[in-house]
């Protein structure tokens, strides 16, 4: 299934945004605060995140896609992290699981639907 990049945004924050406010709710961050950013991290993440996607696929014609994804994903849930960090005012630790957890649901859920 061949997504555009609204559809994927789409599901993308369907799927992360109620993880991190469930998570950070659990550190008592104000529900509205973590919607907010959690709204901001995957705006701000994912339209660079397919932009890589692109150039990895069609601009460099690589053939090691797996790489790229994985090395891509790795820098969303570092940038994802910093957000979280800060804006949420929790523990590294915390901002962290909150971004791998939300990216690995996502992600998971976009390969599912791709294959």
Known sequence: ?????VAALGITLAVEVPLVVLMAHRWRVPWPRSLVVGLLASCLTHPLAWKVSWWATVLFQ?????RWFIAIETGVVAL???LFRYLLRVMWQQAFAVSLLANAASALLGV???L
Not at 1 to 5: E, H, R, V, Y
Request: glycine letters at 0%.
């Open 1 to 5: 299934m061949s997504l555009t990049q």
């Open 62 to 66: 690589t053939p090691h896609y797996v």
């Open 80 to 82: 994802e992290a910093l």
């Open 112 to 114: 599912w639907l791709w």
